[in-house]
């Protein structure tokens, strides 16, 4: 698969670089997406920005649709890969198509996308964002309010999880994206205010990495403070047992008109975690991977953080006002108890390991 045509990468209706035979011939190079400023590689970003074509209603969309072809990189040129969370697209080079153009202002096939929605079979093919809506799980893109929100599905465990650790991480005072309930299904704001920032996946700065150290070291290069925040955002993860983080789904925003890191993106995508996955068998957090790696990042960074200490009442009244009920089992007869009790364990002991390093309050 090769990128079909010579192509301009634009930011906005600003020329950036060009793709000639699939290389990068860089215009502003400071604007470039972190990927391609440490690849190059025009195919795999393009890629990167198409949705999973193993979700069955991505299947169901692109027949909708009527996609001449069904392969990632003709689906993502199909909207000039452009997508709600930044401001980067692509175009033959010489054509007169502008910003206006394929920027997305409605989305006909949200339903479609998220539930499998036979109606939508009905409407005339329109441009829409859910061909570069990344990620495994059934989502969609919808304007509510003139705000544009990803509403996901998943199981009661799931959605229960990620309200539950939004809410956790708003306690904490971490900063962390904007989920509701709607409905069967959760939503969540585009951080990114359609397009007001691009947001830069961690991928573009971290390849494949997974060591917690030198993706710290990586992050710590654009200021003291995101640094601080990829520590909180570990600290998070393990005391809700993430065990999904992966380059895509964190980040950096970056200021769409001169390139420049900001902060960190708010925190994200908790649906693979807590509970999600059934109930802990574990008696013990000794050889826990994600408390280890995260003593390890903070023994090493040195940062004298202060942790807030959540109490039990607290975690008591935030897993009641969950709408989702999580099912009782002959070992767990109580799960919102469970759950509880399971983060005050969990807190408990990563406070114990790095107490000489971090404040706990």
Same mark, same amino acid.
């Given at each position: 698969m090769n990128v079909p045509a010579d192509l301009l990468l634009l930011s906005k209706d600003i020329p950036i670089a060009k793709f000639i035979n699939g290389v990068v011939e860089p215009i502003l190079p400071e604007r470039l997406p972190f990927f391609l400023q440490r690849t190059s590689n025009t195919e795999a970003w393009l890629l990167s920005r198409a949705i999973d074509s193993h979700r069955p209603n991505s299947r169901l969309l692109k027949k909708a649709l009527r996609l001449a072809k069904k392969d990632d990189l003709f689906t993502v040129l199909s909207v000039n890969a452009a997508t709600i969370t930044d401001n980067y697209w692509v175009k033959p080079l010489h054509d007169a198509t502008t910003y206006a153009d394929v920027r997305f202002n409605f989305n006909l096939f949200d339903q479609l996308a998220l539930s499998g929605d036979v109606d939508s079979f009905n409407q005339l093919p329109s441009r829409t964002p859910e061909l570069t809506?990344?990620? &495994? +799980?059934?989502?969609?893109?919808?304007?509510?309010?003139?705000?544009?929100?990803?509403?996901?599905?998943?199981?009661?465990?799931?959605?229960? &999880?990620?309200?539950?650790?939004?809410?956790?991480?708003? %306690? %904490?005072?971490?900063?962390?994206?904007? +989920?509701?309930q709607e409905g069967e299904y959760i939503k969540s704001r585009d951080f990114t205010d359609h397009g007001k920032w691009d947001f830069e996946p961690a991928a573009g700065i971290i390849g494949e990495e997974i060591n917690y150290i030198q993706i710290y070291e990586l992050f710590n290069q654009f200021g003291a403070q995101t640094g601080d925040d990829y520590i909180q955002m570990c600290y998070l993860d393990a005391l809700v047992m993430n065990m999904d983080r992966h380059e895509y789904n964190f980040g950096l925003l970056r200021n769409s008109d001169t390139g420049e890191v900001l902060r960190m993106a708010p925190f994200f995508d908790h649906n693979i975690a807590l509970v999600s996955r059934g109930y802990s068998k574990a008696s013990s957090f000794e050889n826990d991977l994600l408390i280890n790696d995260f003593t390890a990042l903070s023994r090493y960074a040195k940062r004298p953080l202060k942790i807030p200490l959540m109490t039990k009442g607290e975690l008591i009244k935030q897993v009641t006002e969950i709408p989702w009920h999580i099912p009782v089992t002959d070992t767990v007869p109580d799960p919102l108890q469970f759950t509880v009790e399971y983060l005050l364990k969990r807190q408990e002991h990563i406070a114990k390991l790095n107490s000489d390093v971090l404040s706990f309050q």
């Amino acid at each position: 698969m090769n990128v079909p045509a010579d192509l301009l990468l634009l930011s906005k209706d600003i020329p950036i670089a060009k793709f000639i035979n699939g290389v990068v011939e860089p215009i502003l190079p400071e604007r470039l997406p972190f990927f391609l400023q440490r690849t190059s590689n025009t195919e795999a970003w393009l890629l990167s920005r198409a949705i999973d074509s193993h979700r069955p209603n991505s299947r169901l969309l692109k027949k909708a649709l009527r996609l001449a072809k069904k392969d990632d990189l003709f689906t993502v040129l199909s909207v000039n890969a452009a997508t709600i969370t930044d401001n980067y697209w692509v175009k033959p080079l010489h054509d007169a198509t502008t910003y206006a153009d394929v920027r997305f202002n409605f989305n006909l096939f949200d339903q479609l996308a998220l539930s499998g929605d036979v109606d939508s079979f009905n409407q005339l093919p329109s441009r829409t964002p859910e061909l570069t809506n990344i990620g &495994s +799980y059934e989502k969609c893109w919808r304007l509510i309010g003139g705000k544009w929100w990803m509403l996901k599905a998943g199981k009661p465990e799931e959605l229960f &999880s990620e309200l539950l650790i939004c809410r956790i991480a708003k %306690l %904490l005072g971490f900063p962390v994206a904007e +989920y509701e309930q709607e409905g069967e299904y959760i939503k969540s704001r585009d951080f990114t205010d359609h397009g007001k920032w691009d947001f830069e996946p961690a991928a573009g700065i971290i390849g494949e990495e997974i060591n917690y150290i030198q993706i710290y070291e990586l992050f710590n290069q654009f200021g003291a403070q995101t640094g601080d925040d990829y520590i909180q955002m570990c600290y998070l993860d393990a005391l809700v047992m993430n065990m999904d983080r992966h380059e895509y789904n964190f980040g950096l925003l970056r200021n769409s008109d001169t390139g420049e890191v900001l902060r960190m993106a708010p925190f994200f995508d908790h649906n693979i975690a807590l509970v999600s996955r059934g109930y802990s068998k574990a008696s013990s957090f000794e050889n826990d991977l994600l408390i280890n790696d995260f003593t390890a990042l903070s023994r090493y960074a040195k940062r004298p953080l202060k942790i807030p200490l959540m109490t039990k009442g607290e975690l008591i009244k935030q897993v009641t006002e969950i709408p989702w009920h999580i099912p009782v089992t002959d070992t767990v007869p109580d799960p919102l108890q469970f759950t509880v009790e399971y983060l005050l364990k969990r807190q408990e002991h990563i406070a114990k390991l790095n107490s000489d390093v971090l404040s706990f309050q």
